[in-house]
């Protein structure tokens, strides 16, 4: 295949978990969650206390800490095949190494990506609204700032974007299309993609 290994990001909520799972079980890859890895580390280093189910944000981990994991990542997807790395960031981390298929996952409805924390986490929906929302901001915030050589390396000048569709092979909108429909499009896409 053209694709060697796959990336798939999204902000919480639009359900890039799920596809990354139901991927790698269904092509019999190796699945990476970059959210599951750092929620580890925070626990092993009592950044983070393991009895709250909420997600948390990249702001409790130092600039170097967050560029290590970051780089490594790039790294496995160079060197590595059959791969789906699940990451916020992935995509970008993605940008400009051959034969990776960089899926975007949105929700366009973000009631619906409300209402998937609050199943997920058995939080109120109040409580998932502030959650998602307020780390996103700090995410992006931090990210922006970290990462302004490697966007201009990597992308190009335009304004920071790392969920621009410009960046990704193929977009999905969970509102619209349900889990079994998403990794249908995302298997399709690899088969057309045979070289």
């Known amino acids: 295949m053209k694709y060697r ?4 990001a999204g902000l919480p909520g639009a ?3 799920t596809l990354g799972m139901n991927l790698a079980a269904a092509m019999g890859w190796e699945y990476f969650s970059g959210g599951d890895f750092m929620r580890q580390y925070a626990i092993k280093h009592g950044l983070f206390d393991k009895k709250n189910q909420m ?3 990249a702001t409790v981990y130092s600039d170097d800490y967050d560029r290590q994991i970051d780089y490594s990542m790039r790294e496995r997807l160079q060197r590595k095949a059959n791969l789906v790395v699940d990451s916020w960031l992935s995509g ?3 940008q400009g190494v051959d034969g990776v298929l960089k899926v975007l996952m949105v929700c366009s409805n973000d009631a619906v990506r409300v209402d998937r924390i609050v199943n997920r ?11 998602i929302f307020e780390r996103e901001q700090l995410n992006l915030t931090k990210w922006t700032r970290m990462y302004q ?4 390396d990597w992308v190009g000048q335009q304004e920071i974007d ?6 990704y092979d193929l977009m999905i909108d969970t509102f619209s299309h349900d889990r079994d429909e998403t990794l249908k499009l995302v298997l399709d896409q690899l088969r057309r993609q045979r070289v």
Request: net charge positive; proline share 6%.
């Open 5 to 8: 290994n796959v990336t798939i």
């Open 15 to 17: 359900g890039s978990s």
């Open 55 to 57: 997600h948390h944000p």
């Open 92 to 94: 970008f981390l993605a």
């Open 121 to 131: 986490d058995n939080v109120s929906v109040d409580k998932a609204k502030n959650h």
């Open 149 to 152: 050589k490697e966007w201009h």
């Open 162 to 167: 790392f969920y621009s569709p410009r960046l």
